[in-house]
């Protein structure tokens, strides 16, 4: 026990034991500084050093850009761009995504192609179908005023066609003769209009030239977007004068009337009016007499 205690009472003499730390000039000796230090001060103060160095390195690496310099810490630039670019890349995506269905509707337009789902309809509606020889299809009074009162109204009506109120009034796209009609039954979308070559070719209404190019089938086509998801198409011109991009004014020449394309057999052009990606008798919104 005895020993223990004179253990201690050395090593608390060797901590608090003063030394003096003397700066001497090497030519003359003279003193500049002197300090008095013991092994215990010096511990506490080296600790401290060490300890308030550790917590400035730290920040130094969490709150500033030196930390970049640091092998294995990524640049917050390259994260900011990193970050940017995947936002990009979804936009891209997405715009991507939507000019590859408008892309395809075009083609449909182009090929006149569309959706038959008859097959689907007749199938899914089978267990509904009634037996009309159970129906009673004779018409009540109110169904018979309603019809007076209809065809009351078609008599004085001069455009007597199942229009749909689409708030555009559609120009004829050329003066010329109907040699034929649109007739669903033999995916013949279109009108037919005989004209002499050469002869202008009008835009229907305001809109944007989608696609002004050379097919091999239907020669130079021009189609334009208008308003209300209507579309309209021209083929079988001579010539165009409107690119893709351009937008045009209703009544503007965009084409000439031309023998272009293999399905032809003589100058005429082949008009189709499209809404939301169907087909429409042109005939129904425009009056080509």
Not at 3 to 28: A, F, M
Not at 29 to 41: A, T, V, Y
Not at 241 to 267: C, F, H, M, W, Y
Not at 269 to 281: A, I, M, Q, S, T
Request: no cysteine; charged share 25%.
């Amino acid at each position: 026990m005895a020993k223990d205690k004179k253990k201690r009472k050395e090593i608390r003499r060797k901590l608090l034991h003063k030394y003096r730390l003397v700066i001497l000039n090497e030519s003359t000796f003279e003193e500049k500084i002197s300090f008095k230090l013991n092994r215990l001060n010096v511990f506490v103060t080296g600790t401290l050093f060490i300890i308030v160095l550790i917590g400035v390195t730290t920040l130094i690496i969490a709150f500033t850009p030196l930390r970049e310099y640091i092998p294995g810490y990524s640049s917050t630039k390259l994260k900011r761009q990193a970050t940017e670019l995947t936002y990009k890349t979804d936009s891209l995506v997405t715009v991507l995504n939507y000019t590859n269905r408008y892309l395809d509707n075009v083609r449909k337009v182009l090929r006149g192609d569309i959706e038959n789902n008859q097959t689907n309809r007749d199938s899914l509606f089978e267990q509904y179908k009634l037996d009309p020889a159970s129906v009673d299809l004779t018409p009540i009074r109110e169904d018979l005023l309603l019809r007076e009162e209809v065809e009351l109204e078609d008599k004085y009506n001069l455009f007597e066609r199942d229009i749909e109120n689409l708030g555009t009034l559609f120009f004829s796209p050329v003066n010329g003769t109907l040699s034929q009609g649109f007739d669903q039954k033999t995916k013949h979308y279109a009108v037919d209009l005989v004209a002499p070559r050469d002869t202008p070719v009008k835009a229907i209404a305001d809109g944007t030239v989608l696609f002004a190019e050379w097919t091999t089938e239907t020669g130079y086509v021009i189609i334009i977007e208008h308003q209300e998801g209507i579309t309209s198409v021209y083929k079988h011109n001579g010539s165009l004068s409107k690119s893709q991009g351009d937008l045009v004014r209703a009544g503007e020449v965009i084409a000439s009337i031309g023998n272009t394309g293999e399905l032809t057999t003589g100058p005429h052009l082949h008009f189709e009016l499209w809404r939301k990606g169907k087909p429409v008798d042109p005939q129904n919104y425009i009056d080509f007499n």
